[in-house]
């Protein structure tokens, strides 16, 4: 073997070792994805649920909103950035119609994330799409009020309100505020509404999703 191609040949497999010890959050959940879409081919053009665990778990998705052609691609976990860096693997190959989105919720409890780091990273997020996408319509769902995560209300409440006034003035937009809706008439949080972590809801709570968000999707 020449010397030259024993360089590459090393050079390669260092990269491959690199690449195997620093994978990208989430980087198996993503090939689980794809190699699921090779056996079971999605929808065409569909309504396309695509964020965090919040969308992850909501396992009746697709069947709920059947006639909108849904197809429900959440990562559990995901902060905003995660979305944005497998854009190419969770939405565009799927050419939806329409994107819903849930995500920046677990951008909230680290400590360095302000209110204008989650609508920096949100609008980061809005133009990668954008780019490629530039008429599909968006219906962006709002941080929820988790209990488990009731210490950063304050994060939460400002990142939305930052949210929806960007999202007010762009084309083909839609900001469902579930927030206020998953509260009770007093602003108290609901507990009643989540599972045992508090975090991640239960049927209640995606029955308010339900009546929030399938007003604004497309059939």
């Keep these: 073997m020449k010397k030259s191609s024993f360089v590459l040949l090393i050079l390669s497999l260092l990269t491959i070792t690199t690449f195997a010890q620093k994978k990208p959050n989430f980087w198996d959940d993503v090939q689980v994805i794809k190699k699921y879409d090779q056996m079971y081919k999605p929808p065409v053009n569909p309504v396309l649920f695509v964020g965090s665990s919040s969308i992850r778990k909501w396992d009746d ?3 709920i909103f059947a006639k909108y052609n849904a ?8 902060v905003i950035n995660d979305i944005t860096y497998y854009l190419n ?26 209110p204008d780091t989650v609508l920096n990273r949100t609008l980061k997020l809005y133009k ?7 008429t599909v319509p968006i219906v962006y769902i709002s941080i929820k009020p988790s209990p488990s995560r009731d210490k950063f209300k304050e994060k939460a409440v400002a990142s939305n309100a930052l949210i929806k006034k960007f999202l007010a003035g762009e084309a083909n937009t839609t900001f469902v505020n579930v927030y206020s809706l998953m509260l009770t008439k007093d602003g108290k949080l609901r507990p009643e509404l989540f599972v045992e972590d508090m975090l991640h809801m239960n049927a209640k709570g995606y029955a308010i ?11």
Excluded: S
């Design 209 to 219: 999703w339900k009546k929030a968000v399938e007003p604004h999707l497309l059939k």
């Design 71 to 78: 197809l429900n691609r959440g990562i559990g976990g995901a």
């Design 89 to 114: 693997d969770v939405v565009f190959p799927y050419h939806p119609k329409q994107i819903v989105l849930y995500v920046g919720e677990n951008d909230l409890p680290n400590d360095t994330v302000t």
């Design 61 to 63: 998705c697709t069947q």
């Design 128 to 134: 990668a799409i954008r780019a490629k996408l530039p």
